[in-house]
């Protein structure tokens, strides 16, 4: 029996979210933008959609917008929000965002003059250094609420008031948080947020942005003006159904981070006993429930990672948010690990219903893993 | 029982292709970026689809790029085509285009200072000054191969050929062309085409471009470096075999235009000689197959939409691609139909199982619901 530890990459969809999408895969199949009730039923489900998942985010239903992915809501956040505002072109991020962030920040760069500070990071990648940075022509501070490599979390509301003070936008990429942090966006009080459906039991192509109606975006693709105008083309009434389905299971069962913070805890515990080598990347207390993740020295953590598969733990050794890249994890290069230590990672990420048993079991097999490759 | 008659608008989802989707919404839910074995099957399954579109196309998988639907694909060409090509600030299009090629080259204009000429139509919609158009720093062309509402087509292979003695890049927005033009893009010489899955049964959010390898495109959608860099974010792999193969069950009955284009002349026929008021809008010969739209000049779309409506006959007034709009349709504008008489436009737009049955009926329909309004 395989046991599953690679939830911060994707996620099994949660069949509740997959049957409630069925009737707009099947015979609700209307356009929503119809006049005739076929597309008015399309219509309603998208509105009803919208609202339990602003219901989630404690925002209006007009802050949320559809979108394919967390990939193309930090796009939209990031160039849409630095366009629509003149300000400034001053930016300010972390290098150890996601690249989605990283990426649309180089494209402001590149093509429209923006310039970047980049904020210091810690050994534990932690910001030592934001309300320095702010400058009075930054337009736009991007940081993502928790890392989706080592789960460090970012005090983004106390960022977001600092970065509100000289008047700059804040976004914050939470597409590895939904479900383990409390989102309330009157409490982080960020300008926009970026989520990914495929993280937390939606499907790939499943997205949202919430973004306040007080920051005015670009949009990222233009057309019949379906989103009010901020992301144009047929709505996938389908996916936003299962997303809005998926943030309802959630909601349900929110205490859940508690039962799977003690079980990570336990785990780092088990690993750093049972392997010499195994350091925890990222901070050992403020990091996000279901992330654990490990340097082993001298040891390749794709070879770690296969051994794991032979022993039925399925794990990533970085994100796999990078298509196809053998690189060195950019996050840890950021916190200061070094390029030969960084090939050495490992991520465990956990699910809701992950247990004590399967994560003593990885352990275990953890510690086989890794002695296959050290020489006693 | 229910006659849909807008096609055009969006189509149910292929039985098939949902069934070929199913493995990769539950058991298989990889990301195709992960390096274990779940990830690898995903990925396996996304070239397999890669390479299945790529045939349809006639053109090499890398070719192919998975987008989120056809807005997306229309943006992603004609930005990203613009952007990257700095010969030039000038762009061809036609009035008549979708809102998506439209709201794309008003971008273009608004924020990178791009110029537009717009090419002359007849009261056909049939342009008639393409040559003389072309400038020594014309970028791009961005012409849709055949109308969404009134259904003419475009001579692009031609126009292409003449783009490219300029040095122009040529894009064709082929939304409502699949299953009904051929589309082989050898025979067609454009360097890049805009697919939307469910316009012919994939599913909504789903989509493609077809961009040829000599041109280059700068991503609309910056990450990860997905899709060979031109549009980032995990892929929806589902959706990516439901579109190759709802194209295969294309690519197995493609003779059902002409069927189709026989049926549509019968019905036009059947229309202007019941309904006294009555105006085809298009040509009468050069248009696609499935496409039939009319005006009634003094008689609302709208009310006859909803008098069809309630005799079973499910159409549309006018495009359903611009969110809630209740303007007159640009496209009847833009050849030369007064704001008046655009209002009256009604289409009806078939799929490759429509009938004969199904025509007659709606012929009839359409009559009474027509006379409603008709004082005499």
Redesign the interface.
Same mark, same amino acid.
């Given at each position: 029996m395989?046991i599953?530890l690679?939830h911060a990459?994707?996620?099994? /969809?949660n069949p509740e979210a997959?049957q409630a999408a069925w009737p707009w895969?099947?015979n609700e199949?209307?356009?929503?933008?119809?006049?005739?009730?076929?597309?008015n039923r399309a219509a309603s489900a998208l509105n009803d959609a919208r609202s339990r998942a602003a219901k989630f985010f404690n925002v209006r239903p007009a802050e949320i917008t559809f979108t394919?992915?967390?990939?193309?809501s930090?796009?939209l956040a990031i160039v849409g929000l630095a366009?629509a505002n003149p300000r400034g072109k001053h930016i300010i991020s972390a290098k150890s965002e996601?690249?989605?962030v990283l990426?649309?920040i180089?494209?402001l760069e590149r /093509?429209h003059g923006f310039e970047t500070s980049w904020l210091e990071l810690d050994e534990f990648g932690q910001v030592t250094n934001f309300v320095d940075a702010l400058r009075p022509d930054t337009t736009l501070v991007s940081l993502m609420i928790s890392n989706n490599e080592i789960g460090t979390v970012h005090p983004v509301a106390q960022f977001a008031e600092a970065a509100h003070e000289v008047g700059a936008l804040f976004h914050t990429d939470a597409v590895q948080a939904v479900g383990w942090l409390d989102l309330d966006m009157q409490k982080l009080g960020v300008d926009a947020l970026s989520v990914?459906g495929?993280k937390f039991g939606a499907?790939?192509?499943s997205g949202l942005l919430v973004l306040r109606s007080r920051a005015h975006a670009?949009?990222?693709?233009?057309?019949?003006?379906?989103e009010s105008g901020l992301r144009?083309?047929?709505?996938? /009434?389908?996916?936003a159904v299962a997303l809005a389905t998926a943030l309802d299971g959630l909601a349900a069962a929110n205490l859940e981070a508690d039962r799977v913070s003690k079980l990570r805890d336990e785990f780092i515990t088990a690993v750093t006993s049972k392997v010499p080598n195994a350091k925890l990347t990222g901070h050992p207390l403020n990091r996000q429930a279901n992330i654990a993740s490990f340097t082993f020295a001298g040891v390749s953590g794709?070879a770690v990672?296969l051994e794991l598969?032979r022993r039925g733990i399925?794990?990533?050794?970085g994100s796999?948010?990078?298509?196809?890249?053998n690189d060195p994890s950019h996050v840890l290069l950021a916190i200061g690990v070094s390029a030969d230590v960084a090939q050495t990672s490992v991520r465990f990420s956990f699910s809701h219903h992950t247990t004590a048993e399967e994560l003593q079991k990885a352990a275990q097999s953890l510690a086989e893993a890794v002695a296959v490759f050290i020489k006693p």
């Open positions: 395989t599953y690679d990459a994707t996620t099994p /969809v997959l895969l099947t199949f209307g356009n929503p933008s119809s006049s005739h009730e076929i597309g394919s992915g967390g990939t193309e930090d796009n366009l996601h690249e989605a990426a649309s180089e494209f /093509v990914s495929h499907p790939k192509g670009e949009a990222l693709i233009h057309g019949g003006g379906q144009s083309g047929t709505e996938n /009434v389908a996916w794709e990672l598969e399925v794990v990533s050794s796999a948010c990078a298509a196809g890249s």
